[in-house]
């Protein structure tokens, strides 16, 4: 058996550049976490199951303290799993709501104890190209820059980065150069805020 806590702090990254957050909104702020979980465990997940567990045991949480969830990734990179969670509020959250939330998920996790190795969590904002992951989101989006991937062909493109005009009646209209598109959200497969020079 490990020696080791069940979660262990590694570093606390701080990505500041004071002249873009005028522009871009809030910094990344990210707690790592690495998950141990030498006790044993329950019965491996799927990565989309993980994903809903942790969801389920974060939004309660996050509701009660006036926070959004944005999105959780799960995933592999080269040899390390990785639990990201991105979380939002208005005014943009700092340190220590990363904080609070890290230590609430972590302890959560130690419990229900839903993923079968070690990996790391990171708990942040969704940063400036914050995805849209949610009608919701693309509602809220409107009258900023976008940008847009099809599941097919719109026009002839699969790509747009533009201003969200409007979102009515499940459609997008984005002006991107001289030139509006309407892409039906039946055919978006990712959007997401963009910034554009």
């Known amino acids: 058996m490990s020696l080791l ?8 990254v701080i990505m500041s550049i004071e002249p873009l957050f005028k522009e871009w909104g809030n910094p990344l702020f990210t707690l790592w976490y690495i ?3 030498h006790y044993g465990g329950n019965v491996s997940l799927s990565t989309p199951k993980i994903r809903a567990a942790v969801e389920e045991m974060v939004t309660p ?17 080269g040899s390390n799993w990785f639990l ?6 208005d005014g ?3 340190i220590d709501d990363c904080g609070r939330i890290s230590e609430f ?13 070690a990996y790391f969590l990171e708990v942040s904002s969704p940063g400036a190209e914050r995805p849209l992951k949610k009608a919701a989101d693309v509602l809220k989006a409107v009258g900023k820059d976008v940008f847009v991937t099809t599941y097919e062909p719109v026009d002839g493109l699969k790509e747009f980065e533009g201003r969200l005009l409007s979102f009515d009646n499940d459609e997008l209209a ?3 150069g001289k030139k509006n598109y309407i892409i039906p959200y039946s055919k978006v497969a ?3 805020l963009a910034i554009i020079f």
């Open 84 to 89: 990201r969670v991105f979380v939002d509020k």
């Open 92 to 94: 943009g959250i700092d």
């Open 190 to 192: 990712n959007a997401r």
């Open 61 to 77: 949480f996050l509701e009660e303290n006036s926070f959004e969830l944005v999105d959780i990734e799960y995933v592999k990179e």
């Open 105 to 117: 998920l972590s302890e959560k996790l130690d419990e229900n104890d839903p993923i079968p190795s």
């Open 174 to 176: 984005i002006q991107a």
């Open 5 to 12: 806590p069940d979660y262990v702090i590694i570093f606390l």
């Open 35 to 37: 998950g141990n979980n």
